[in-house]
């Protein structure tokens, strides 16, 4: 734990299960979802009755939220932690490494630029 009581959110997945009778159970479960600060991407599967969230939030702070905003019981059936690689600064990329799609490119057979200090640069004048 850290100053002022903050501890710092991992990016997670969880499924969740809860009771959704009919599609305006899917609406709004949808719309409180939305609404919590940190969820990134979810995905309701009204035939199974689960819903799948993934983010940077508590899991049980999403629980909590659900279960209170929708007046049902809410069962998690499965927390996965997502490793994060680099720091916060990195953009989640390391430096030191070029990106797998990354290529060197001969611009050798490309025409020369037209500028006149590139022009005499390369004329020896």
Do not use: W
């Not at 990016?11 to 709004?28: E, G, H």
């Not at 600060?37 to 659900?66: N, P, W, Y």
């Not at 430096?95 to 990354?102: E, R, V």
């Amino acid at each position: 734990m850290s100053v002022l009581g903050y501890v710092p959110v991992k990016s997670c997945c969880m499924v969740m299960r809860l009771n959704l009778d009919c599609n305006s159970c899917c609406r709004k479960t949808r719309r409180i979802i939305l609404r919590i600060k940190g969820v990134e991407t979810h995905m309701i599967d009204k035939q199974q009755c689960t819903v799948t969230v993934c983010g940077r939030f508590r899991a049980s702070d999403v629980a909590i939220k659900l279960r209170k905003k929708m007046k049902r019981r809410v069962e998690i059936l499965h927390i996965e932690e997502e490793e994060e690689e680099g720091d916060f600064g990195s953009g989640g990329h390391r430096h030191d490494q070029p990106p797998a799609d990354h290529q060197s490119i001969d611009i050798s057979h490309y025409a020369p630029h037209h500028h006149p200090a590139f022009i005499a640069a390369t004329n020896g004048d």
